[in-house]
């Protein structure tokens, strides 16, 4: 009777999981003690169709097709919102420059940036590559643009599909020109984690947007005697 209680209440929680979200262990609550009883329910519902295994431990609902076509495949965004959780990181590289049109170069790897790098893998049918990140992962979706921001300034020379002084023109005029004070303050706050060629980059630019103050300050970082090879000109 416990047991038949406890899988009722499992399958109550999973029936409330939306459709197409990748979910693991953590997210149903239960006892440790038991844990491989729920192991062997969600093997169960898997192997009628109910759920589908993504990777081991990692679980969806499927979500049918409104057309009558099957079962859909789970969405890519699903995966990466997956993937990153899972590696507590944050999207960067080409997949990103490309959604800021920084690139029109579509990737066919994925970039994650962790504290810890580890060997590019694939999760099911996503190649992925981990690069180090300089900040803990944003708090906040403001907080991860104004960090990716950042790492395009650091990537300036490794963006495909583009010269270095076109990216540095749509950093400025896309992204970095239409903040304002306050998400100015914080991107010169971030970029103190950065190495210095990126603060060098964003003084220019804060310099060009006639934010006087803060270009002084983030210069101050600088060593004065530094010189750069910038592959680009403000």
Do not use: W
Not at 13 to 42: C, H, W, Y
Not at 122 to 128: G, T
């Amino acid at each position: 009777m416990i047991v038949l209680s406890f899988k009722s209440d499992i399958l109550k929680q999973v029936e409330r999981i939306p459709e197409g979200k990748i979910f693991t262990f953590s997210d149903i609550v239960f006892p440790m003690k038991k844990f491989a009883n729920l192991a062997v329910i969600l093997s169960d519902l898997s192997r009628k169709g109910q759920l589908v295994r993504f990777e081991k431990g990692a679980y969806y609902r499927p979500k049918q097709s409104s057309l009558g076509l099957g079962t859909l495949p789970v969405y890519q965004d699903e995966q990466i919102s997956y993937l990153t959780a899972k590696l507590n990181g944050y999207l960067t590289g080409t997949y990103i420059y490309n959604k800021m049109s920084l690139t029109g170069q579509v990737p066919s790897v994925v970039t994650v940036a962790v504290r810890y790098p580890v060997r590019p893998f694939k999760l099911n049918k996503l190649s992925v590559e981990c690069v180090k990140s300089y900040i803990e992962k944003p708090a906040d979706n403001k907080t991860l643009y104004l960090v990716q921001v950042l790492d395009a300034m650091k990537d300036l020379k490794r963006i495909p599909a583009a010269s270095p002084q076109t990216v540095y023109e749509k950093i400025y005029t896309l992204h970095l020109s239409v903040l304002n004070e306050n998400e100015l303050r914080k991107t010169v706050s971030l970029s103190l984690n950065y190495p210095p060629r990126v603060r060098k980059i964003l003084s220019d630019m804060l310099q060009r947007k006639g934010a006087c103050d803060l270009q002084e300050q983030l210069s101050q970082t600088i060593c004065p005697t530094t010189r750069f090879d910038l592959p680009c000109k403000n």
